[in-house]
């Protein structure tokens, strides 16, 4: 960050990079990379995958200074300038230098231009408006550079202001501070947030979805969290009360044990009370279906997991629900438990997560026909009922075992429909 500059970046010097760079600086025309790529670059917050880039070109030139570099070109959103070159598999965004003419909390109708500093003033923070040339030097109309050295994250110029042009920017605020801010997060920046709240709800479900999860995961998420919480935004995200104290004792464990967050162990932690709020909340927050279904497990109440639940037991959970459910139940029952998240019964049941393998059940439905089971529900049901019984003895019985015990069904089966 000394050097303000991003050419040792590893993002910068790939040559997707630089042909979207040499692509788009030419005929008079400028293009920078801009917002997270150069802002983690200066932070050397780990690899970037995606690179934005800003440019003076109007969208119809984007496409055509591609088309002639030999680039494919989209219009992801040409209405707001955006149109998306693809280099080598990889997508870059490219916008044109814009400012806002209208809002409605939601969308914004542009005006295209070729100013720096009008662009960065209708960006949302002062670190997401930082610019990095074709030579990789860092340029930061507003501040961005000291925010980012102090671990700020503030609002450019009037918080309230920047929330009602799109009010996606009030949960924008606490996962960027969760992530960068190094103190306390800025004052002015939750009081807007507070005194703007209900624009939260002329959001989708689907954009709030996206920045809940990431916040939940988020470095400092438990004091967003609180803070969220406390005024009154969480209630407005998930239609109820909160779990909060089992939230924070699940991301106590979790970096105990140094495991990486899981936004939908940390969403149940935070959200479920019974059975039944698993099916709201998925309806409320539009979960994918994996995301859904896998939420609904974890408020099963059945098979019970604890960690004396003894080997047996926990191996059972383990082969019916598999291993990342599993360790989903186990943590959350763990932060319900309120024991340490240095307790060794607990770990030794996570750590069973880790090392167990799934056993093979050794009998299928062509073993009990050649039994003489007709094939239909009866054989899938005695299949069922003979794994049942696999399991429950701890997996030891064997393949001639289980047989006999399918045999002597079939065999009772056969005499009672003699009898008849």
């Given at each position: 960050m000394e050097s303000f500059s991003v050419a040792a970046a590893d993002w910068f010097f790939r040559p997707a990079t630089q042909a979207v760079f040499a692509s788009l600086n030419r005929e008079g025309f400028e293009a920078r990379a801009v917002g997270g790529a150069v802002?983690?670059?200066?932070?050397?917050?780990?690899?970037?995958?995606?690179?934005d880039f800003a440019t003076t070109a109007t969208p119809g030139e984007v496409i055509r200074l591609a088309a002639e570099a030999g680039i494919r070109a989209y219009p992801s959103g040409i209405e707001h300038g955006t149109v998306t070159l693809v280099v080598e598999g990889n997508p870059?965004?490219?916008t044109t230098l814009r400012r806002d003419i209208s809002t409605d909390g939601r969308h914004a109708v542009v005006a295209f231009g070729n100013d720096w500093a009008l662009d960065a003033g209708r960006r949302d923070f002062t670190i997401n408006a930082l610019y990095a040339d074709i030579m990789?030097?860092?340029?930061?109309?507003?501040?961005?550079?000291?925010?980012?050295?102090?671990?700020?994250v503030r609002f450019i110029r009037d918080a309230g202001e920047r929330i009602r042009e799109d009010y996606l920017r009030i949960l924008r605020f606490f996962r960027f501070s969760a992530d960068y801010a190094a103190g306390e997060f800025d004052r002015e920046g939750i009081e807007a947030a507070i005194r703007e709240r209900l624009g939260l709800l002329r959001l989708s479900r689907e954009r709030i979805r996206m920045e809940l999860?990431?916040?939940?995961v988020a470095r400092r998420a438990p004091e967003a969290i609180e803070i969220m919480d406390e005024s009154g935004l969480l209630l407005l995200l998930l239609g109820g009360t909160s779990r909060r104290a089992r939230f924070d004792r699940l991301?106590?464990?979790?970096?105990?044990?140094?495991l990486a967050p899981d936004p939908?162990?940390?969403l149940a932690a935070l959200s479920l009370f019974v059975e039944e709020d698993a099916a709201r909340i998925a309806e409320r927050l539009r979960l994918s279906s994996r995301e859904s279904e896998d939420?609904?497990?974890?408020?099963?109440?059945?098979p019970q997991i604890a960690a004396h639940s003894g080997r047996r037991a926990l191996e059972a959970c383990l082969y019916r629900i598999g291993p990342r459910l599993y360790l989903g139940r186990l943590l959350l029952t763990w932060a319900g438990a309120r024991d340490s998240p240095e307790d060794p019964h607990w770990r030794s049941a996570v750590e069973l997560a880790h090392r167990w393998q799934r056993p093979l059940f050794p009998v299928g439905g062509a073993d009990l026909i050649a039994l003489g089971w007709e094939p239909g529900p009866a054989l899938g049901e005695a299949l069922k009922r003979l794994e049942g019984l696999w399991v429950e003895g701890g997996f030891a019985a064997s393949k001639k075992d289980l047989l006999n015990i399918a045999a002597s069904w079939h065999d009772s089966k056969a005499n009672t429909n003699h009898g008849e």
């Open positions: 802002r983690n670059a200066l932070l050397r917050a780990g690899a970037v995958s995606e690179v870059f965004e490219v990789g030097r860092v340029h930061d109309p507003l501040g961005g550079l000291d925010d980012l050295r102090a671990g700020r999860l990431r916040i939940l991301c106590r464990i979790e970096e105990a044990l140094n939908i162990f940390r939420l609904l497990r974890l408020s099963a109440l059945e």
